[in-house]
């Protein structure tokens, strides 16, 4: 039982909600500071609740007072100055500040697999990516001028029961049930790197308080990286469809009709993504990711069905999916 003092910013989200809980059960004294809400992942029993928004610093200053945690975790940090102002707030108040960046943050395509962390960050497709590096950059920095102590995360595709992993979520599954094709990008045999929160957890959290991690970057991953197409089949066996129509797309065809949808896939979906965890088991040898896809996404499809609000269709995007598959069908 480590008993360690963990501040978490964030803390409801899909990876950070069952980071929340794991810190729990392993000992830690857990805080969450967010703006109050949950949603719809409940905050375990025992931990600290500080209520503010954190982009309001006079408002986190008046929470925080002159508390000091062991580690503190910032989980809805994206830009440089949302990062550069945790590093005025937290310097001298925390051991460890671990700052979650992103696999898309890596080379894109990348030119060797598996990705590791010495594989180059450089991404010009993805703002979204290019932020993230921005920000390892400043905080790095940091630690070299001024010993912040940071240790950086890179999750690659993290979900749970309420995400699915095809654009629209619950749009696609809809258009399966109903006999309508579903887009692939390309030819659907790139590779896929898909893990589930509750096993990111476990690596996450034997990261913290640990010395042997400050200046350092890992990638936390599952090591299944099944084909967009297995995939597709899997969400459609554990959805009763027995007849799965797939129609595949270019990824500049999508780029052009929706740029949006277009640069997630040149930044990250449409390129193979194949991880090699050995550093974060250097450190976390217990680490072995346990729920391969075939089952997580059976609890993601039961969670829907228990919760029927939440099979929401985008009808903007159904309507672009009718287009690009009448289009582009064989």
């Not at 990062?83 to 671990?98: L, S």
């Not at 697999?113 to 400043?138: F, G, H, M, V």
């Not at 629209?168 to 692939?184: E, L």
Request: with cysteine.
């Amino acid at each position: 039982m480590s008993g360690a003092s963990v501040l978490f910013i964030g803390g409801s989200g899909v990876i950070s909600a069952s980071c929340v809980r794991e810190a729990v059960e392993q000992g830690f004294d857990v805080t969450v500071l967010n703006r109050g809400t949950t949603g719809g992942r409940p905050i375990p029993e025992g931990v600290t609740r500080l209520q503010a928004d954190v982009s309001d610093r006079s408002a986190l200053a008046e929470v925080v007072g002159d508390r000091h945690w062991d580690v503190v975790v910032n989980w809805i940090a994206f830009t440089p100055d949302q990062v550069q102002a945790d590093v005025d707030f937290f310097a001298g108040r925390t051991r460890q500040y671990v700052f979650i960046s992103s696999a898309s943050a890596y080379q894109t395509p990348a030119t060797h697999l598996p990705i590791t962390e010495s594989t180059p960050l450089k991404n010009p497709y993805w703002q979204y990516s290019r932020d993230k590096i921005a920000c390892e950059e400043l905080l790095m920095a940091a630690y070299r001028e001024q010993d912040f102590p940071v240790t950086i995360i890179r999750p690659s595709h993290t979900y749970d029961e309420t995400k699915l992993p095809l654009t629209g979520g619950w749009t696609a599954v809809a258009r399966m049930r109903a006999g309508k094709p579903i887009i692939i990008t390309g030819d659907g045999s790139s590779l896929w790197t898909i893990t589930h929160s509750r096993d990111f957890a476990v690596g996450f959290t034997g990261l913290l308080d640990r010395a042997e991690a400050i200046g350092e970057a890992f990638t936390i991953t599952s090591d299944e990286a099944p084909t967009w197409n297995q995939i597709a089949h899997e969400i459609a066996a554990a959805a009763g469809v027995e007849d799965l129509k797939i129609v595949h797309v270019p990824v500049d065809a999508i780029n052009a009709v929706d740029p949006e949808w277009g640069a997630a896939l040149l930044g990250d979906k449409a390129n193979s993504s194949v991880f090699d965890n050995s550093k974060v088991r250097s450190l976390v040898p217990w680490y072995r990711p346990r729920t391969p896809y075939r089952q997580g996404v059976r609890e993601v499809i039961a969670w829907y069905e228990a919760n029927p609000d939440a099979q929401v269709v985008d009808e903007r995007l159904d309507a672009l999916m009718d287009e690009l598959a009448a289009r582009w069908a064989v």
